[in-house]
């Protein structure tokens, strides 16, 4: 799959909120969910998923993006990747995350905005914030 944000928008993305995710660009399998932003793991594989974010603060405000795994229930999470910095310098930032991992058939694979309170997340085109997975074994 590969997901992005709807048309050349900007989003602002709470704390402890999944980045929406909401256009599809191919979606292989029809396991991706955009009116809830996770993708729904099939079978049990090792899965590589990537993603890249332009996020962007007014002021100097800290960042944590975290890849998500969680089962059907929203519960028992476990982190696939993590970015996070202390001192976003009030300007744009492309950053990227890449897992590889086994998991589970029926996991819910989601990217959140952690901390920092709310991150103003700049969606534009495929070339600014995107989420990409596929089963590779």
């Known amino acids: 799959?590969?997901?992005?944000?709807?048309?050349?928008?900007?989003?602002?993305?709470?704390?402890?909120?999944?980045?929406?995710?909401?256009?599809?660009?191919?979606?292989?399998?029809?396991?991706?969910?955009?009116s809830n932003y996770f993708f729904l793991t099939p079978v049990a594989?090792?899965?590589?998923?990537?993603?890249?974010?332009?996020?962007?603060?007014?002021?100097?405000?800290a960042?944590?993006?975290?890849?998500?795994?969680?089962?059907?229930s929203n519960t028992n999470g476990e982190i696939l990747a993590r970015v996070r910095d202390g001192r976003d310098t009030g300007s744009g930032q492309n950053i990227n995350m890449t897992a590889i991992s086994y998991i589970p058939a029926n996991r819910r694979i989601s990217v959140y905005n952690e901390v920092g309170g709310a991150r103003n997340i700049y969606f534009g085109n495929i070339s600014h914030t995107f989420f990409s997975g596929c089963l590779i074994g």
Do not use: C, K, W
Request: net charge negative.
């Open 1 to 34: 799959f590969v997901v992005d944000g709807t048309g050349s928008q900007s989003v602002s993305v709470a704390q402890g909120a999944r980045v929406p995710f909401n256009e599809e660009v191919r979606d292989h399998g029809s396991n991706f969910d955009t």
């Open 45 to 61: 594989g090792v899965y590589m998923f990537h993603v890249q974010i332009y996020t962007y603060h007014a002021t100097v405000v």
């Open 63 to 72: 960042y944590d993006f975290r890849l998500f795994s969680h089962d059907t």
